[in-house]
T-cell receptor
């Protein structure tokens, strides 16, 4: 099974409220990633977990939190949603093989903040 | 920083015609980036279409081809004869394995391909 699952597929949130998105994979991949995708823009890496180590991009450092309680699950947490967080959130996972690591993507969660 | 440019946001092609989707890259932090094309079909997640990790090499999959050209920093996607089922959004991407950019994918904005019957 090479699928990455994301829940929910669609999320409606109010401004100022928290949001928690879930991703899971059963491929025993050591790395899990979260990307943000806005219309007509490139998917943008927010953060990734390599095993238990969290790496966050510098420009999103304070906006997103994440946890990885075990190898299979990874969450993306927004403490207080703003309108600018409306986007598609893509989860991916990979295992290093040689000098590259293919990333497998989930279908995404579309977040709308009102 | 690193960047990927896809000049066309949308391309419309008639079935059985040829296709080229342009991709150029700038890899300032990676000496030898790996290059990828990902595709997103309607209702599905991004999936890898093809990859090339060595400059000068060509990758191919499902009738699509792309050549890693280090001189022109390009990785254009081509197909000789498109089908309606190729309608999707195509993303060019690069990654490197240096510390600090480990497994990080930098994407282009994507090109939506519409194939008309």
């Amino acid at each position: 099974d090479t699928t990455v699952k994301q829940n929910p597929r669609y999320k409606l949130a109010r401004v100022g409220k928290p949001v928690n998105l879930i991703c899971s994979q059963t491929m025993n991949h050591d790395t899990m990633y979260w990307y943000q995708k806005k219309p007509n823009q490139a998917p943008k890496l927010l953060l990734f977990y390599y095993d238990k180590i969290l790496n966050r991009e510098a420009d999103t450092f304070e906006k997103f939190q994440s946890s990885r309680p075990n190898n299979s699950f990874c969450s993306l947490y927004i403490g207080s949603a703003g309108l600018e967080y409306s986007a598609m959130y893509l989860c991916a996972s990979s295992r290093e093989e040689g000098n590259y690591a293919e990333q497998f993507f989930g279908p995404g969660t579309r977040l709308t903040v009102l | 920083g690193d960047s990927v440019t896809q000049t066309e946001g949308q391309v419309t092609v008639s079935e059985s015609k040829s296709l080229i989707i342009n991709c150029t890259y700038s890899a300032t932090s990676i000496a030898y980036p790996n290059l990828f094309w990902y595709v997103r079909y309607p209702g599905e997640g991004l999936q890898l279409l093809l990859k090339v990790i060595t400059a000068g090499q060509k990758g191919s999959s499902r009738g699509f081809e792309a050549t890693y050209n280090k001189e022109t920093t390009s990785f254009h996607l081509q197909k000789a004869s498109v089908q309606e089922s190729d309608s999707a959004v195509y993303y060019c991407a690069l990654s490197g394995m240096l510390s600090g950019s480990f497994n990080k994918l930098t994407f282009g904005a994507g090109t939506r391909l519409a194939v008309c019957p």
